[in-house]
C-alpha cells in the first residue's frame, strides 16, 4: 500500500511537472509573438508617420509659398527625446524602434504625446514646413538663430484658426545633435509673438530646440544650426 501511494506522489509530480512545462512553453511563446506583433507594428507606424510627413512636406514646398495639405497620422507613444524635425529630417522614435526620414525641405513642428491617429497639416512658409496638429493649440510658428554663445528665438503658440493663444507657459530645451542635453529655459506668452534667448555652450554645429507647452500634450522641434 505505501509503495502504491508512493508511485502514486512520484506519477503526479511527474504529470503535474509536464503541465507546467507546457504552460510555461505556452506563455512563453505567446509573449514572444505578442512582442513581436506589437514591435513589428509600431515599426510600421513609425516609418509610415514619418514618410506621410515628408511627402506632405515636399508637396507644399513644390507648390509654392503658403500651400498647405492635409494629412492623417498615426502616432505611436513617443519617446520625445529622441523624436524629432531637424534640417530636413524627421525622426520618430518609440522607445523600441526608430525611424529617420528625410524631406527635400526643412521641416519643424508639433508631434503628440499621446498615441492615436492625428489630423495633421503642413505648410510652407517660403523657406520652411510648419506640420501642424488640429488640435487646440494647432501649431507653433517662429524664428531661431545661434549667435555668440546663445539661441536667439521668436515664438507663437497659434489656435485652429490661426489666432495667437495667450497665456502659454512653456519650456525651452536645447540639446545637442546627439541627444546631449545643454540649457533650458521657460516663458509666458502674451498675445503675441514671445521672443527670448538661451546661453548655450559653444562648440555644437546644430542644436536641437524642443519647445514644451505646459498644458497642451504635445511638443515643438526644429533645429539650429551654427
Known amino acids: 500500500m505505501k509503495t502504491s501511494r508512493a508511485q502514486y ?105 499621446n498615441s492615436g491617429l492625428y489630423h495633421a497639416y503642413v505648410v510652407y512658409n517660403g523657406s520652411m514646413a510648419d506640420v501642424g496638429i488640429n488640435l487646440p493649440l494647432s501649431l507653433v510658428t517662429g524664428t531661431f538663430s545661434y549667435s555668440s554663445g546663445s539661441i536667439l528665438y521668436g515664438i507663437n503658440f497659434l489656435d485652429r484658426n490661426g ?22 529655459g521657460t516663458g509666458t506668452t502674451s498675445s503675441s509673438t514671445y521672443t527670448g534667448l538661451i546661453s548655450v555652450p559653444s562648440g555644437q554645429s546644430v542644436y536641437v530646440i524642443r519647445i514644451f507647452p505646459s498644458t497642451y500634450q504635445e511638443f515643438f522641434s526644429t533645429c539650429v544650426f551654427a
Open 9 to 113: 506522489t512520484t506519477e503526479y509530480v511527474i504529470v503535474l511537472g509536464i503541465a507546467m512545462t507546457i504552460i510555461a512553453s505556452a506563455l512563453f511563446y505567446s509573449l514572444y509573438f505578442y512582442t513581436s506583433y506589437f514591435s513589428s507594428s509600431t515599426s510600421n507606424q513609425l516609418s509610415t508617420a514619418a514618410t506621410q510627413l515628408v511627402k506632405a512636406a515636399d508637396y507644399v514646398s513644390a507648390q509654392g509659398i503658403n500651400s498647405k495639405t492635409l494629412i492623417a497620422v498615426t502616432f505611436p507613444t513617443l519617446t520625445v527625446t529622441s523624436s524629432f524635425f531637424c534640417g530636413q529630417l524627421v525622426q520618430i522614435d518609440s522607445g523600441h524602434s526608430s525611424y529617420i526620414d528625410r524631406a527635400n525641405v526643412n521641416i519643424s513642428g508639433l508631434m503628440p504625446f
Open 163 to 184: 489666432n495667437s493663444l495667450p497665456g502659454v507657459n512653456f519650456n525651452i530645451s536645447v540639446y545637442s545633435g546627439s541627444g546631449v542635453y545643454l540649457a533650458s
